[in-house]
């Protein structure tokens, strides 16, 4: 059944910036609302970006107008453009999809594996 798959996390100084991709396993037909969440030591999953299948975006306070989120509906990818970091902003960042068609049907609430981002002070 088709998975999601993050990818671009990594170790960077404050002030720097990633990039966060997110992929379906295979080919898709179409996906609806897409979202990154993000859940450090000890705390929560949180909501950081989320965009729906129209393009409405949602961002969580704290990261607004420091990330960017998108989506390439042709490539079922969804992006997290995230600049100006921040030590709190180390997490694990996952990315889920409310659902997810495919030839062989549709999968609800799709979650990836997630990817480490650390930012060092």
């Known amino acids: 059944q088709v998975q999601l798959a993050e990818s671009g996390g990594g170790l960077v100084q404050a002030g720097g910036s990633l990039r966060l991709s997110c992929a379906a396993s295979?080919?898709?037909?179409?996906?609806?609302?897409m979202a990154w969440y993000r859940q450090a030591p000890g705390n929560q999953r949180e909501l950081v970006a989320a965009?729906?299948?129209?393009?409405?975006?949602n961002y969580a306070d704290s990261v607004k107008g420091r990330f960017t989120i998108s989506r390439d509906n042709a490539k079922g990818t969804v992006y997290l453009q995230m600049n100006s970091l921040k030590s709190e902003d180390t997490a694990v960042y996952y990315c889920?999809?409310?659902?997810?068609?495919?030839?062989?049907?549709?999968?609800?609430?799709?979650w990836g594996q997630g990817t480490q981002v650390t930012v060092s002070s």
């Open positions: 965009i729906s299948s129209g393009g409405r975006i």
């Open positions: 889920n999809a409310d659902r997810i068609r495919t030839p062989a049907g549709i999968r609800f609430g799709v």
């Open positions: 295979e080919n898709i037909l179409s996906f609806g609302a």
